[in-house]
């Protein structure tokens, strides 16, 4: 009996063991992470575009409007919009969907100090009174049916 015990203890402890992982690290030097980084920010600074489900709002066009396209891909889909602000003022909002009409509108709007507001419409009126960064959520209405799918437009334009 002791003889076969001995083959399964010694068949259960080496099964149970964990594999090694031989994942190698590799090092870069600070500046090298730096300089991506930076590389980053500038692509991103040059125009507004949808990462994700964030649209990064940091280029104002000839207007000085904030423009960039999004997408909704799925039901419970949502696009945040985010975007600095540094001037007390009225923001103005406008989502126009690329069929003409569709089930999508601004849900909330996010202060810096994290108090909300919302829903709204595909129109979007706010007086700001804070500087910081605001986040805009784009959805569909749950109100309504036929949820949308597709591209749409977003316009910011903050009145002082």
Request: include cysteine; hydrophobic fraction near 35%; charge should be positive.
């Given at each position: 009996?002791k003889f076969?015990l001995?083959?399964?203890?010694?068949?259960?402890?080496?099964?149970c063991?964990?594999k090694?992982?031989?994942?190698?690290?590799?090092?870069?030097?600070?500046?090298v992470?730096?300089?991506r980084?930076?590389?980053?920010?500038e692509?991103?600074?040059?125009?507004?575009k949808?990462?994700?489900?964030?649209?990064?709002?940091?280029?104002k066009?000839?207007?000085g409007?904030?423009?960039?396209?999004?997408?909704l891909?799925?039901?419970?889909?949502?696009v945040y919009v985010?975007?600095?602000?540094?001037?007390?003022?009225?923001l103005?909002?406008?989502?126009?969907?690329?069929?003409?009409?569709?089930n999508?509108?601004f849900n909330?709007?996010?202060?810096?100090?994290?108090?909300?507001?919302?829903p709204?419409?595909?129109?979007?009126k706010?007086?700001?009174?804070?500087?910081?960064?605001?986040?805009?959520?784009?959805?569909?209405?749950?109100?309504?049916?036929?949820?949308?799918l597709?591209t749409?437009?977003?316009?910011l334009?903050?009145?002082?």
């Amino acid at each position: 009996m002791k003889f076969f015990l001995m083959p399964l203890l010694f068949l259960f402890f080496f099964s149970c063991q964990q594999k090694e992982n031989k994942n190698t690290v590799v090092k870069t030097s600070q500046p090298v992470m730096k300089q991506r980084h930076e590389n980053n920010t500038e692509e991103n600074s040059k125009e507004n575009k949808q990462i994700g489900d964030t649209i990064f709002m940091n280029f104002k066009d000839d207007k000085g409007l904030f423009t960039a396209e999004g997408s909704l891909d799925s039901i419970p889909s949502r696009v945040y919009v985010k975007f600095k602000n540094d001037d007390t003022g009225e923001l103005n909002g406008k989502i126009t969907p690329s069929t003409g009409k569709g089930n999508v509108r601004f849900n909330q709007i996010i202060f810096p100090d994290k108090t909300s507001d919302g829903p709204f419409g595909i129109d979007l009126k706010v007086p700001i009174q804070q500087k910081g960064t605001y986040i805009l959520v784009i959805g569909h209405s749950q109100m309504a049916d036929n949820p949308f799918l597709g591209t749409f437009k977003v316009e910011l334009e903050i009145k002082k």
